[in-house]
Nanobody
Framework: VQLQASGGGLVQAGGSLRLSCAASGYIYRVNTMEWYRQAPGKERALVATITRGGDVNYADSVKGRFTVSRDNAKNTMFLQMNSLRPEDTAVYYC??????????????WGQGTQVTVSS
């Protein structure tokens, strides 16, 4: 199984970006998916969570600006980021809990995509 994150880039403060995370390979079901980010010199931090049923949670720092969504048919998660700030600059990683059968679930990480917000 692979998680492929994409959509990062350089944007000015106040701008928008949309990240995608696609799971591929031998998949029975993709359960909870999450976005994390890691800024230089800081620990990796949770940004947003979405369950298979669509329940969402956000870090306080991104509430009202970021929206997480998913397409279960395509095993893909998205992160719409609006009103970006320089402090949103980080490498963004996707994380997913994936079942290969009805009985077993494993955790996977994507490779990260760089988001840079200039002031």
């Amino acid at each position: 199984v692979q998680l492929q994150a994409s959509g990062g880039g350089l944007v000015q403060a106040g701008g928008s970006l949309r990240l995608s995370c696609a799971a591929s390979g031998y998949i029975y079901r993709v359960n909870t998916m999450e976005w994390y980010r890691q800024a230089p010199g800081k620990e990796r931090a949770l940004v947003a969570t979405i369950t298979r049923g669509g329940d969402v949670n956000y870090a306080d720092s991104v509430k009202g600006r970021f929206t997480v969504s998913r397409d279960n048919a395509k095993n893909t998660m998205f992160l719409q980021m609006n009103s970006l700030r320089p402090e949103d600059t980080a490498v963004y990683y996707c994380h997913a809990e994936i079942q290969h059968s009805a009985n077993y679930e494993y955790e996977y990480w994507g490779q990260g995509t760089q988001v840079t917000v200039s002031s």
